[in-house]
T-cell receptor, first 109, second 117 residues
Framework: QKEVEQNSGPLSVPEGAIASLNCTYS??????FFWYRQYSGKSPELIMF????GDKEDGRFTAQLNKASQYVSLLIRDSQPSDSATYLC?????????FGTGTRLTIIP | DAGVIQSPRHEVTEMGQEVTLRCKPI?????LFWYRQTMMRGLELLIY????????DSGMPEDRFSAKMPNASFSTLKIQPSEPRDSAVYFC???????????????FGPGTRLLVL
């Protein structure tokens, strides 16, 4: 079993709709959770982090965490073509980040 | 700030050759990480340093891989001898003090795309 699992996609969403990305993790000792965006041929860039159960909002992005279910999600509202990228979920336990393999998101104009 | 700098950006070499990847972290950052990214395995942490000292190298795949950080502004990842299965994108990232609940300051370099023939 992988430590951090994501649906690889591709996930296609119409422009203006809500994109929902999901991630599950196996280590119950995980402390913090991160979403990175990676454009093709580029390096990952951090867009959100969360460490408490519930929702955290930042602009069009909302991260959701449910530690009991070991589940993290990212919602992108009013999706734009520029949101088309691979989204990496990362989980921190102690000092190390473990990444999922990413979900490829395509926003359809 | 120039961000994390990596060189070379692209490297093509033949099996058995030595490969050296270089990284300059953001000035003042005290953690440095080396990652490898492939389609099959995603982004994997190879090793990380704190204040130039290697803290965890459990992700280094085998003895052919070695990493050094001789000072706060420079690190190398060396593969000797290289093999085709080492082909991947290698990222360096740096961070300013990993706090217990906050890692938002981890920044990735542009990566080195390595192809071993």
């Amino acid at each position: 079993q992988k430590e951090v699992e994501q649906n690889s996609g591709p996930l296609s969403v119409p422009e203006g709709a809500i994109a929902s990305l999901n991630c599950t993790y196996s280590d119950r000792g995980s402390q913090s959770f991160f979403w990175y965006r990676q454009y093709s041929g580029k390096s990952p860039e951090l867009i959100m982090f969360i460490y408490s159960n519930g929702d955290k909002e930042d602009g069009r992005f909302t991260a959701q965490l449910n530690k009991a279910s070991q589940y993290v999600s990212l919602l992108i509202r009013d999706s734009q073509p520029s949101d088309s990228a691979t989204y990496l979920c990362a989980v921190r336990a102690n000092e190390k980040l473990t990444f999922g393999t990413g979900t490829r998101l395509t926003i359809i104009p | 700030d120039a961000g994390v700098i990596q060189s070379p950006r692209h490297e093509v070499t033949e099996m058995g050759q030595e490969v050296t990847l270089r990284c300059k972290p953001i000035s003042g950052h005290d953690y440095l990480f080396w990652y490898r990214q492939t389609m099959m395995r995603g982004l994997e942490l190879l090793i990380y340093f704190n204040n130039n000292v290697p803290i965890d190298d459990s992700g280094m795949p085998e003895d052919r891989f070695s990493a050094k950080m001789p000072n706060a502004s420079f690190s190398t990842l060396k593969i000797q001898p290289s093999e085709p299965r080492d082909s991947a994108v290698y990222f360096c990232a740096s961070s300013l003090v990993i706090q217990r609940e906050n890692m938002k300051t981890q920044y990735f370099g542009p990566g080195t795309r390595l192809l071993v023939l």
